[in-house]
């Protein structure tokens, strides 16, 4: 867990990271979850692997690289 005042942010393994954020692109598809809740939690796991992105150094290139490519696959699978 890393703290920065005001926010919390659980520190997860970059593969998990990608799943995070490639799920809530596959929510969008399930009538039973709210819009309004998949669209909040993907704004939060954003900014959360913003700040992953900033702040872990080494492991940077890694949380960008599988940023882009939950981004990726979830568009890729909205579009279908």
């Known amino acids: 867990i890393k703290n920065f005042g005001f926010l919390t942010i659980p520190i997860h393994s970059p593969f998990r990271r990608y799943h995070i954020i490639r799920n809530n692109f596959y929510m969008f598809k399930e ?9 909040h939690q993907l704004i939060v796991n954003c900014i959360h692997q913003f700040f992953l992105i900033l702040t872990m150094g080494k492991m940077a290139k890694q949380y960008f690289i599988v940023f882009l490519k939950a981004i990726k696959d979830g568009v890729k699978y909205l579009l279908k």
């Open 31 to 39: 009538s039973h979850i709210p819009k309004k809740f998949v669209i």
